[in-house]
């Protein structure tokens, strides 16, 4: 299952402070990261410094996973910033608490490695591939941010995984700038 | 070296307790509502490992609210780096209690790989300055009350024998009124 995304524009050019923006649109307060080298540069260095959110460093993936379910019953939105293998470490947690236990877990996820020409599918890369098919599996929605054409998804997949209380996955097809 | 009964020390407990949120975990879960079947519980369900961790985003999202973990020493193992992450955080509203009886219990008593681990030391490492342990019911009852009031992040060791739960009923435990009654609860600020 997808979250639509809006139609794709010819220039690819992804600015992290657009990513961002639509973070604290959603209404976004807690950051829970591991650091991503996709995102390290235009998402999480500008989260750190923003008084806006309170970023919490965690040690391993599914730590994001049991905060950010804690943290719903205090009516606080929370952003778990990982990339797709630390996505792929947490997926029991994810499962469990996420898919199982119906809790927002929303997740953003740098796909490391995939190729700027080609859909995440399609990757030359065994894990970038498998990592929609995994999702699908799992029934959790997600969508594919590569450009800041599509920067517009991120704000209704956020509302959507507290609305619902489900899972979603925001997959980062670029480094940010 | 002397050891407690987790049922006694949690029935210490019990009577130590008003409106705090209690997080616990697979054995520890099953005594506690034994003891305490009340809405202000939560279940730490399926990645074994994960209570600090819901611990925390509780204690988080709830700053108004005391939240007590009763976590198992297999299960803190999974998830050791909480232990930084709490310290890092500090949130001044979280107990973090681990019964520590060496031992997988839940899954049929196999040993930890090390089963003489110093959970207090370790969790000093990690930057936790509140660390107690535990293994007399004496001292144990003479410091809940002093413990429950301290500011957090507090950490204790409770040194236990193995428990004897006969039944592991997970669909009653994991069941979803018991998260709808926490979230009624919190909402009617009881």
Redesign the interface.
């Known amino acids: 299952m997808r979250v639509d995304a809006p139609a794709k524009q010819a220039e690819q050019v992804l600015q992290g402070s657009s990513v961002v923006s639509a973070i604290k649109a959603a209404g976004v307060e807690?950051v829970l990261s591991v650091p991503d080298i996709v995102t390290s540069r235009g998402v999480l260095f500008p989260i750190s410094e923003d008084p806006a959110f309170?970023l919490?460093?965690?040690?391993?993936e599914?730590?994001?996973?049991?905060?950010?379910?804690?943290?719903?019953?205090?009516?606080?939105r929370?952003l778990i910033l990982i990339q797709y293998t630390g996505m792929l470490y947490a997926m029991?947690?994810i499962?469990?608490?996420g898919v199982?236990?119906?809790q927002p877990i929303c997740m953003m996820v740098g796909l490391l490695g995939k190729e700027p020409d080609r859909a995440p599918r399609e990757s030359g890369r065994y894990g970038v591939r498998i990592v929609e098919p995994l999702l699908d599996a799992m029934g959790i929605a997600h969508c594919l941010i590569e450009s800041d054409a599509d920067v517009g998804s991120i704000k209704p997949a956020i509302d959507e995984c507290y609305a619902k209380s489900l899972p979603v996955a925001i997959l980062i097809g670029r480094s940010p700038s | 070296m002397s050891l407690m009964k987790r049922d006694e020390c949690f029935r210490v407990l019990a009577r130590n307790i008003t409106d705090e949120i209690v997080v616990a975990t697979y054995s520890s879960a099953f005594e506690w509502l034994a003891i305490a079947d009340r809405p202000l519980n939560h279940f730490s369900h399926g990645a074994m490992g994960l209570a600090s961790s819901h611990g925390l985003g509780l204690a988080l999202g709830l700053p108004q609210r005391r939240v007590i973990v009763l976590d198992g020493d297999g299960s803190l193992l999974m998830n050791l780096g909480s232990l930084a992450t709490i310290a890092a955080v500090a949130p001044k509203n979280l107990i973090h209690f681990v019964c520590q009886n060496s031992s997988y219990e839940a899954n049929g008593g196999h040993p930890l790989p090390n089963p003489e681990l110093d959970f207090m030391g370790i969790a000093r490492a990690a930057g936790i300055r509140n660390c107690n342990s535990f293994s007399e019911i004496s001292g144990f009852e003479a410091d809940i009350g002093s413990l429950l009031r301290s500011q957090g992040p507090v950490f204790a060791v409770l040194k236990i024998h193995e428990g004897h739960i006969e039944n592991y009923d997970y669909r009653d435990l994991y069941k979803p009124e018991r998260r709808e009654a926490l979230r009624k609860a919190l909402a009617a600020g009881r």
Request: proline share 0%; aromatic share 6%.
């Open positions: 807690y309170r919490i460093r965690v040690c391993k599914d730590e994001c996973v049991g905060i950010a379910s804690g943290l719903s019953y205090g009516h606080k929370a029991n947690a499962r469990a608490v199982e236990l119906k």
